[in-house]
């Protein structure tokens, strides 16, 4: 199973294109296709970025599009097809909406990615929060955290056992004893979900030192905080160097020191990973940036005093 060893921290990135809301995308993603996809999952595999991720919608509403968009590859195939394209960097979907499908079809969906990867898959799991398409798909919304919660064990025990309640699957992952699966959301019930039965937590968003510690008691309480684990966080968007253009409020820029004393100045006690993002204005500049963090920032932040 992929764990983060002790005493480190590593960094990952949502991958552009993929994923084009409109709270987020940039101009040039509009444009852009599977070859600048390819070619940003390349150079995250070449520089050492722990994973790559993709987000998952099914079908939107109208009312949302205005924000979010309708452009959503789908997370599983997207990682499969980057999979032929890479060969060291993790595939991560943050997050795949666990009450969509049975959690029989997730186990065989992420044991088949992980197969093909050769070990690199990331069970990123969360309950969703688009009403609209709860319905639309004729799940629940209201019950949606009980299904996850109820879920999970099965996804883990079939990820974990090629037979499950008579049932077998194949092929297998190729990860012992499974991928691991790492649950997202940053409300108290999500924190709670990830404490009980994650091996990792993925916030959707800046984690903090309250929210860590809820985690951590948690994981007490549930007899599980001897085993490692997955504690994220999500950094401002990061330009390396001087930006010749407005990178919007909020950014961090300039040297690499400074860039790294503010990640760490915000990042809470015990995080051991780092969801980092990027503007830019290219697939070129995209990738530039990806390097320079990765050559001068990322050895600033990776070792855990």
């Known amino acids: 199973m992929i764990e983060i ?10 991958l552009p294109i993929q994923a084009q809301s409109n709270y987020f995308v940039g101009d040039w993603e509009h444009e852009a296709g599977p070859t ?13 970025f722990h994973y790559v991720g993709v987000c998952d919608h099914v079908s939107l509403p109208e009312s949302v599009v205005g924000g979010m968009g309708t452009h959503w590859m789908e997370p599983i ?31 065989k969906q992420f044991a ?17 929060h688009v009403e609209a398409e709860f319905d639309h798909l004729g799940v629940d919304f209201h019950s949606r955290g009980k299904a996850v919660n109820d879920a999970l064990p099965v996804l883990a025990a079939a990820l974990k056992s090629e037979f499950v309640d008579g049932f077998g699957a194949r092929p297998r992952p190729v990860q012992s004893p499974r991928p691991p699966i790492w649950v997202a959301g940053s409300s108290a019930p999500a924190i709670a979900r990830a404490a009980r039965f994650g091996d ?30 997955m504690i994220g966080h999500i950094t401002p968007f990061l330009y390396v160097g001087d930006p010749s253009f407005d990178v919007g409020q909020g950014t ?16 809470a006690d015990g995080v051991n990973q780092l969801q980092v993002r990027f503007k830019a204005r290219s697939c070129d500049e995209l990738c530039e940036q ?16």
Do not use: C
């Open 77 to 107: 195939g997207t990682l499969s097809w980057l999979a032929a394209h890479t060969t060291r960097v993790n595939l991560l979907t943050h997050v795949y909406v666990l009450p969509y499908r049975h959690p029989l079809l997730a186990a």
């Open 252 to 267: 961090i820029s300039g040297a690499p020191v400074a860039i790294a004393e503010q990640i760490l100045a915000s990042t």
């Open 5 to 14: 060893p002790p005493g480190a921290r590593v960094f990952g990135m949502q």
């Open 200 to 229: 990792g937590w993925l916030p959707q968003g800046p984690s903090n030192a309250e929210m860590v510690a809820t985690l951590q008691a948690g994981r007490e309480a549930a007899g599980r905080s001897h085993l490692p684990m």
């Open 36 to 48: 600048e996809l390819a070619r940003i999952a390349k150079t995250a595999d070449d520089t050492g």
């Open 290 to 305: 990806m390097v320079a963090f990765a050559t001068e920032v990322a050895p600033l932040l990776t070792s855990i005093a």
């Open 112 to 128: 088949n990615l992980d197969y093909l990867s050769r070990g690199r898959a990331l069970v990123g799991v969360g309950a969703g």
